[in-house]
């Protein structure tokens, strides 16, 4: 008769892995999982303004301890990348092609898909809210994607519809991301 009580403990969720477990792996996930993920919605085109603001809107979401999600590409997508790792955050690039080497500088978990602009439905599902900077029919798109799923979003600079909440500065459309349901409050 084997004895298998030693190899149920090793194979137990909390020492899977010792090593990993050792080096705070496990509580790395934890804390993730508590951080709002944050969509940044924009062109791979835009103007050195654009660039700033989008810039600040990485910056402010790291500041507040939020990941970042985008399509890590160029243009807004890189402004906000850089902004959150300069400040320390963490950022995540869903890509419309198979070629990790494509994503931005400062994408951290690049993400390959090989679906073209379908990936934009994955950047708006994975997030807890949007912001939408300037773009084109792209970030229309995602901006679609927002209201179908009920996604808040908010606009700077970008699309002018209904039902999307117009924000004036970097710093407002963060306040609006982390906590949409301010917004929504009868004053």
Do not use: H
Not at 107 to 135: D, E, L, Y
């Amino acid at each position: 008769m084997v004895d298998t009580s030693d190899i149920n403990k090793r194979n137990s969720a909390s020492s899977a892995c010792p090593v990993a477990e050792r080096n705070g792996a496990f509580s790395a996930v934890k804390s993730v999982k508590s951080q709002k993920i944050i969509a940044v919605l924009g062109g791979r085109d835009c103007d050195s303004e654009t660039y700033q603001k989008a810039y600040k809107v990485g910056k402010e979401i790291a500041s507040r301890g939020g990941i970042l999600i985008c399509g890590g590409r160029t243009g807004i997508m890189e402004a906000a990348c850089k902004g959150a790792v300069e400040e320390g955050g963490l950022t995540i690039g869903i890509l419309p092609d198979g070629d990790v080497s494509r994503a931005n500088a400062y994408v951290k978990i690049p993400i390959p898909t090989g679906i073209g602009i379908a990936r934009n439905s994955i950047i708006v599902r994975a997030c807890s809210a949007a912001i939408a900077i300037s773009g084109k029919y792209g970030t229309l798109s995602e901006i679609a994607y927002c209201f179908q799923i009920g996604t808040p979003v908010c606009s700077l600079d970008s699309w002018k519809i209904e039902g999307i909440k117009q924000v004036s500065s970097p710093e407002e459309a963060v306040e609006f991301a982390f906590d949409p349901a301010k917004y929504n409050r009868k004053v």
